[in-house]
């Protein structure tokens, strides 16, 4: 590089100072002469005058040639400026310190900022980072040697823009002999994109040029391998050679789930597909490339791994493999899908457009070739089947249980089956070249000219079908007929079933013909149906509900009262199911079904149902599992019986003898109501009520019992004044009354709709042709009291009064206690008297039981009985001993307050029987005995002392 030029500004800076001082010399010369003219002669001065005209001109000369210079120096440094500013190339001056102190305005542009902006500014800022070592090495051998340096930097515009430069490096010395270092920078960028454009396509055209080398090898595998599994493993050992991926597998989906199964693979990272979980579907184990290739059936390619987070799954395992980027691509041909073929290679954005154009083409050929060995191995199984099924259609054919025969266009035979052997009572050497009716030992064909020759012959139905298949072509399907036959030298009667089909073999037609003998079928199908009718006639008119289900739970068949009691209305629901027809089922009734099914026989003595109308009942019901002829469930059926009313009874039964033992304990009367309601509110249907006694004193009516009342209603309640309208009416009203809501009660109106009462009852208590109490019974719930259970209130109440009776007496007696004091030591002697009779009547009754009754019950168990008819008898003889037994009556004196199911299982215990035995026994659960046992021993104040209850109940026999 050659030395600029010196800057011709500072050049005529220097020439104006040397002619500044040349004319203050001048000056002080003229003053100095000046003064010294005067010393001088004339001629002197006319010699010095004249010199110093010469010497005027020759300066005038050289002013001239100066100021020529200065204007050539003006128009050098003029032209040195506009070149310098305008040269195609920045240039700079740096200082020691690295500072631009000068620069061209080419250099400003370059660096995109304006020249005074970047004057003082150290040139390392506008460097790329990377490059500041390079630069900095140049300067310092530039500045050791003093040889001119050159070098390629990555440059910085302002706003952070690269560009790559070229800079060539000069050192110099400036005005002041400082050493600075001169840069001359042009923008070699777009050499720069030619260079690494050819770089890159070079490195293209080789990377396609390994790809194909890779597929043609893949292809090769492809033509030479047979066996699938080997053709994957060859493709992966292949790609992973020639590409030099980090691992390549081949995977298939797997059947009944979206799991991704590896079936083949090379390279490192068998641990990650032993342990991967690799799935298509929407989860996060199925967003990896493999799963979105086979779910959008088009090529995957995740470029950059560690910062995809669609991979997170993967991420730690692929890291550890060395794998940066994957491609994956889909296996399909023709539309079906083979698998998926994944390609792992160990750097970032390892698959351009290509390269993976390329990979779909190989496996479009892999998918192909799959399909083709599956073609093949399809071809060679059919072929196999072929051959296979041909032997067992001749086997089929000699082995069937009907008759077969092939017969030509003449109606004579050609082949026969042993059946048909069988049946003919004839050799098969004597069989070819006869007709069908010959074979069957028609009648027709022992008379007049032989088989299809007789004038009966024409309406048989085996040479009708097989002319019609000859002349048609079409088969004819198990049309029935009728023949004689003979055999033994007897005729009988056959029903038959005769198909017909051509058969092509060798180029001609023959016909094969089929006759299976129904004669036994027949009647067997008539008495089925007849069985069939009567057990369907059986089941319709059973009295109970039942209904008859297949293992589907459709039904078969069910009784007239299952349809009324269920509300199914009078349709046939053969073939329904019964969830269909029933679909508020609970699970519960579904598992007894299933367990059924499963072959259990269940049952329940009560069990509550819930109607589809909202609605309740009771019923006793037993499933049971029927089978068919092979000995497995073929489907179960239902035994059901409403026992709502028998329960409802029941209760009822209960609830007034209950209240009769509670009544009998009583001596007073409010006590007595205070039973009497707690007795009617066991009805589920009520929860509250209330009693009124009729006051002597007062002539009102005073509330004595409530229950289920807010307390403030029932003090605005408790007393109905004398006279009162509400008194008169409730004295007056002698038959029980209802209302229903809105309940209008004279006057109590507002008060009762503020207490949410719906419905109410008022029973009146009568005693002696007049009322003394009323019970009102009341719901929060019901829109009026069920007509039923009015019944049972009423029936309760009609026998209230005997006790109102006993109870008034029982006051009575205790009045005049006193007056009666002596009658009671007679009536002492009379009741023991009493008792002495009493105990002759109870011995003779228990030996007339034992002696009479006992023995024949004994003989009675002995019959053939159903295990419901032998608990019947064994709780009948359990209870005639009790019965007949002393302890029974000394248990159940008023003392001890047991009640009668109590009275059973103390009796029950004290013979020695254990709690299961006594459940069996009175058909109750085992925890309910355990009940009773507890409620025994409090009654009997056992509670808390260690006294065996057994030998406690003995010891009170004896008493």
Known sequence: MTEPLQDPGKIHGSMDESLLMRRLAEQKAEIVDALEIVKLSAEEMRQQFHQLRIHQVELERQNEELRRLREDLETSRARYSSLYNSAPV??????????????????ATLLGTNLSAMLKWPFASFIHEEDHDAYYSHRRLLLETAQPQACELRMLRVGREKFWARLELVRTADDDHASVCRIVMSDISVHKRGELERQVNEARVQHLNDVLLAMGKVRSVLNREKDPLKLLRGVCDSLVQTRGYVMVWVGRTEEGSKRIVPVAHSGGGAKFLQHATITWDDGPTGQGPAGKAIRERCPAVFADLANDSRYAAWKDMAVANGVASIAAVPLIHRERLFGILSVKADRPQAFDAEEVALLEGLAADIAHGLQSLEDELARRKVENELSAQKDILEKIFENAPYILMLVDIDGRILKINRTCLAFSGRTEDMIPGHRPGEVINCINSFVGSGCMRNPQCASCQVRSSVMHTFETGESTYNIES???????????????????????????????????????????????????????????????????????????????????????GNRDLTGLCFYEVCPCLPERWKQVHRRALAGEVLKADEDLLEMGDGSVKWIRWEVRPWRDAA???????????????????????????DLALKLAATGNLAEAMEHLLSACL????????GVYLFDQETGGLKLVCYRGFNDSFAKKMSFLEPLAPQANSVMQ?????????????????????????????????????????????????????????????????????????RVGLAETIRSQREDLKDANGALKLLLKQREMDRDELEEAFVANVKNLVLPYLGKLKKTRLDSDQKSYLALLETYLLEISSPFAKRISAPLLGLTPMEIRVADLIRQGLSSKEIADLLRISEFGVIFHRQNIRGKLRLTGKKLNLQIFLNTLTKL
């Open 482 to 568: 009728h023949y004689t036959v003979r055999r033994g030298g007897e005729d009988i009667a056959v029903d038959v079933l005769i198909s017909t089909t051509i058969v092509k073999d060798s180029g001609s037609n023959t016909v094969l013909v089929s006759i299976t003998d129904i004669t036994e079928r027949k009647k067997t199908a008539v008495a089925l149906r007849e069985n069939e009718e009567r057990l369907r006639l059986l089941i319709e008119h059973a009295p109970i509900e039942l209904a008859m289900f297949d293992s589907a739970m459709r039904y078969l068949s069910c009784s007239c009262k299952w349809l009324e009691d269920f509300g199914l």
């Open 631 to 657: 000995g497995d469930v073929g489907g179960i059926v239902i035994f059901s019986e409403d026992i709502t009313e028998l329960r409802r009874a029941r209760h009822l039964l209960g609830v007034e003898r």
């Open 682 to 689: 066991e009805f589920e249907e009520l929860d509250s009520g």
């Open 90 to 107: 920045g240039c700079f001056t740096i200082s020691a310190k690295g500072l631009i102190v000068e620069a061209n305005h080419t250099a």
């Open 733 to 805: 009203q002698v038959e029980p009354y209802y209302w229903s809501k809105p309940i209008s009660f004279w006057g109590f109106d507002e008060l009762i709709a503020k207490e949410g009462l719906t419905a109410m009852g008022c029973l009146p208590v009568r005693y002696q042709g007049g009322v003394v109490a009323q019970l009102y019974l009341c719901s929060h719930a019901l829109p009026e009291i069920p007509p039923r259970l009015r019944v049972a209130l009423e029936h309760i109440f009609s026998h209230i009064g005997g006790v109102v009776e």
